[in-house]
């Protein structure tokens, strides 16, 4: 046996173990519904996010504070008449108090800035629930159609088990050829590869569900029929999807809020050339004109150079810069859910072209042709051609409604809400 062959065989024997071990672990089985919730509570990305949201509003709290006043304070060190720390009655003491007291609106300016800012931290935080919610359904339907093609590839390789078993008994009284037999064998283990392929695919999907509900338990997804038949579209038409997603998607409120802010940024930048004052109140005990010297003070930088000129102008140009970026999301929106109505047709009308009773009508046919087999009644080939076709047909049919699914769930994902009522 080659070393390729065998680690081949390795890998299927692994994986049949770590499937039967899947089900021995802790399981955690939900619907559609509960898988949202349990996202939405528990996934750690998200949960992460959330604290820049609070990081964020501590930000407006503190730009709303006023500007701590300036103390100054100086006394006398030394004296060569009187000695060292001459402050007293007849010494010198030199106290002053400062103040900034900010012109044109800075301060509220800055404070719009951030509240702007705040929101669209919260904006970006729903478009990434939105996103990884769109990834986890996928991930989900598609989980839950992979277990279902292996609960019927298991049961196809245990009454082939069983056929090969009994045909291995025949060639031992001479009632076979050792040519079917082989052949069988070699049908068998092509069914193990697939199942094994299967358990890799399940496997990764997993691994991604346990991420998204931080949890180590083994997932498995519960579906209906009524499910399954909320996805269909109604009446909608794509001119009225396409307002709906102007209107819902957070992305757009992203963009829409990025815009907001560079013109917020443009006048608090235009507001900063414009110098504060500084006023403050002065008391000189013996260095002044006089003992005992009180005195007021202003100061203000003259603006004769520096006008912010160059902040201002990036802060223009940054309002040009996000507003084209909002016209291409917009544009982009819209050929975003013109393909998805467009997948979402392809994919309905490829369901509905299958009959409703293709798979019990094969599952009858696949029972028969193991009957009829063994009792001789149809040749090898067309009993190997019939199980090959068969399994083909019902992974194939089951990733078609793993497929239809997911295109719709894309629909729900460009449109930016749920419009099928879960």
Known sequence: MSKT????????????????????????????????S????????????RYQIDMARAAEIQDKLWN???????MSAYNPSRGWLDVGKHGQ??????????????RTKQVALDVETTRKTELEFFDLARTLKFDLRQVFFETYFLNQTLGLLDNQITTLATTVEAFDKEYGRNNVS???????????????NNRADLLFEITENQRDLRIYFNSEAYVVPLIDSTDLVRYRIEAQTPEQLRELALTRRTDLKVTESAVKQAELNYNLQKALAKPD??????????????????????SMALPFFNRNQGNIKAAKSGISYFKTQETAKRNSIANEVNAAWNKV??????????????TDQFLQLNRGMYDNFQKRNITLLEFIDFIETYNESIREFNRLQS???KVYEELNFVVGGELFGF
Not at 7 to 19: P, Q
Not at 39 to 48: D, G, S, V
Not at 68 to 74: C, G, K, M, R
Not at 93 to 106: D, E, H, M, N
């Open 5 to 36: 062959r065998a680690m081949r065989f390795y890998l299927i024997g692994l994986l049949t173990c770590m499937s039967t071990v899947s089900w021995g672990q802790d399981t955690l089985k939900v619907t559609v519904r509960q898988a949202d």
């Open 38 to 49: 349990l996202f939405l509570t528990n996934n750690l990305t998200l949960l992460a996010e």
């Open 68 to 74: 701590n006043p300036n103390l100054n304070v100086e």
């Open 93 to 106: 003491k030199f106290l002053s108090l400062q103040q900034v007291i900010t012109r044109a609106g800075k």
């Open 178 to 192: 050792l040519k079917e037999v082989v052949r069988l064998k070699a049908l068998l283990f092509q069914l193990r």
């Open 277 to 298: 004052i500084e006023i403050g109140a002065v008391y000189d005990q013996a260095s002044n004109y006089q003992n005992n010297y009180f005195g007021i003070s202003a």
């Open 345 to 358: 047709n392809v994919a309905e009308s490829a369901y509905r072209s299958v009959e409703d009773r293709f």
């Open 403 to 405: 497929d239809r699914i």
